[in-house]
C-alpha cells in the first residue's frame, strides 16, 4: 500500500521520481486522485512556502519542489480530467516583453500548481497580444505578469492598458510581481494584486479567486 506520508515528504525533500512512483502505486490502488492532491500533495506545497517564508528553504530547494509535484500532478491530471474535477482556479502566467528571464516565473507557476491552480505557462518575452489572447479564450480566471528588470516593468501596465483596450479587462484579475515590483506600482497601474514572492503569489491567487469578478 501507497505510504502517502512518504508521498509528502518526497515533496518537501525535491525527490521527484519517488513522488512519482508512490503517485502511481496510489493511482494503481485506486486512491481518490482529489484526496492525494488536497490532503497531501498541496499541504506538502504550503509547508515549502512556508519554509521559503522563513528562510528555511531558498530558490534551489523551491525548484525542486515544484519539479516533485509537477512530476505528481503529470500523473494525476488524466484521471482528474475524466472525473470532470474543476482546479482551484486558471492563471495565464508570462514574464514581460523585453524581459527573458524565467526562474521566478517557473518558482510561481509551481508553487501555484501546487496550490492546486491550473497554469497555463506563456513563457518569456510575451507581448501584450498574447496576453490578450489568453483572457480571449474564456477559461483564464487570473493574469500573472513578472517582470525581473526595472526597465520592463512598464510593460505590466502596456498589457492592461492593451486588455482595456480591448474591452476585456473586466474578464479577468491581474497580479504582478518580480524582483523590481512594489506593492505601490502594482496599485498604481490598476493590479489587482500583488505577490512579494512565489509564496505570498499563492496567497494573492487564493485572494483574488475569494473575491470572484471584477
Known sequence: MAELEQLHDAILDGD???????????????????ELITQWMIPAMDEVGRRFEAQEYFVPELLLAG????????????LLASTGAQPTGRVAIGTVK?????????????????????????????????????VAS??????????LLSITMPEMKNTIDALIAAGLRDRVKIMVGGAPVTRAFAEEIGADGYGQNASSAVSVARSLMATGSR
Request: charged share 25%; glycine share 8%; aromatic share 2%.
Open 98 to 134: 523585453g524581459d527573458l528571464h524565467d526562474i521566478g516565473k517557473n518558482m510561481v507557476s509551481s508553487m501555484l500548481e501546487g496550490a492546486g491552480f491550473e497554469v497555463l505557462d506563456l513563457g518569456i518575452d510575451v507581448a501584450p497580444q498574447k496576453f490578450i489572447d489568453a
Open 67 to 78: 519539479r516533485a509535484m509537477k512530476a505528481a500532478l503529470d500523473l494525476l491530471r488524466p
Open 138 to 147: 474564456g477559461n483564464v480566471h487570473i493574469l500573472a505578469l513578472s517582470a
Open 16 to 34: 521527484d521520481k519517488t513522488s512519482a512512483q508512490l503517485t502511481k502505486q496510489a493511482m494503481d490502488e485506486g486512491i481518490d486522485p482529489l
